[in-house]
């Protein structure tokens, strides 16, 4: 597999982020570059979720600043970071329960959808062939993913390996340019993880996106990862290829424990 | 068999005027996931600024023609529903994003009393009327097959036909159009729902309007039967059970749930209330919507919860 890695395009620097006395994150700063699988590995409890919120506009950081594409922001809300072309994925899915698979995933296009409300409720003008577009894309998506024997049923139904597809293909239908993934392989047995393994790079591949990865299989991440960064107690310890990551000292005493 | 057919056309028809309210329930449970305690005062607000500027723009401008005060009035009260809707998103829900659902509940409980007496402040507190001009007289219909025909009230096959194009459109609105999509979306997940890019106070903006005008059509009609006055609250009461039965987020759910209740309600206190000494219709409703708790928690239409464990 050959890929090229682009410039920097999500850039984060000096972020630190504190709930009342506790400091989740300290003075975190990496890059991710376009086209490349950007892993954030780390012990239970490192931040790792907390720096993928900051990103998406969940959390605000107390200190440092985030640049995507050369514009930088502290102060976003999820909804501003979804419209520069920020999608994520849920650790705890976070799916429109009662929805169909197909709603859920054109849910993910509302941002495209130009038409205004009187013109689709009585399907008028551009409004039919809008839909039909968007349609079409969710379509590529739902057999992109395999699930196309699911469309109609209500996601709260679905086994949960298969949720957690909805929930990536939910975030594909928004077209991003960065795809935050929250430990997209959580609770799947090995098969399951293969699978998903394989959509991840192949979303990177097919469709060009640059991926940030929060992962706790070492496995996997080193497998597919094109860099790592590594978290221990809300600090920065390692960043690199998962060869220099694997064999960085610091990593491997935040992993294995130091003789004292 | 002309006595029951009135018996059941009275239900059915008191059954329409039920789901009305019923749906302004719906609206805002099915696209924030909040219970909306305050759409009994949000019906009563509504139909005050409805009769009162009714009343009011005739009297500063000198307009002769009735219709024309009418309509101009029900121009002025959506854009009042409108600004309502506007200032409880602004003062009140966009503070509570992601917060529990007792939360909300307890807020628009705090809303219900500030809209009752607001209202009564702005807009007075005694019995006023709505006329739009509805036709008052009854008429006989079958009178082919029924000896003396069946009598039923002109105003009340007006009202139906009003409440079945709104929630047509509201069906449509819901199901078929994207901005129905993100609505949807918000009920089931505020988090999820900001992160695809849906503008969170935007939607809660539009549904609590849209709620505010199914409150103004029932208050208009509703205020038109009785009189606008404070008891009009109390009629949001009787529509719970109807959203028990229906399910808290169907519309169509809605629609059959009053309609079953206000038969029930005629039914029962036509042919059960002589053998237990009447008044069964008071908690008639209220039973049944007990019953249906115990074996359809979800109701008739409602989204059936599947827990994993």
Redesign the interface.
Known sequence: MSKVIGDVILDVQNISLRFGGVKALTDISFNVKEHEIRSIIGPNGAGKSSMLNCINGVYTPSEGSITFRGQTFGHMNSRQVAEMGIARTFQNLALFKGMSVIDNIMSGRNLKIKSNIFMQALRIGPAQREEEEHREKVEHIIDFLEIQAFRKTPVGQLPYGLQKRVDLGRALAMEPQVLLLDEPMAGMNLEEKQDMSRFILDVNDEFGTTIVLIEHDMGVVMDISDRVVVLDYGKKIGDGTPDEVRNNEDVISAYLGTGH | MAFFLETLFGGLMAGMLYSLVALGFVLIFKASGVFNFAQGAMVLVAALCMARFAEWIPAWTGLESKALANLMAFAVSVVFMFLLAWVIERLVLRHLVNQEGVTLLMATLGITYFIDGFGQTLFGSDIYKIDVGMPKDPVFILDSLFEGGVLISQEDVVAALVAAVLVA?LS??FQ????G??L??V???H??????????NRIWVIVWCVAGITALVAGIIWGSKLGVQFSLTTVALRALPVIILGGL?SVPGAIIGGLIIGVGEKLSEVYLGPLVGGGIEIWFAYMLALVFLLFRPQGLFG?K??D?V
């Open positions: 459109a449509v609105f078929k159009t994207g901005t999509r993100a949807r979306a009920a089931d997940d988090q999820a729902a900001q992160s695809i890019g849906i503008p969170l987020t989204e919860i599947i994993r």
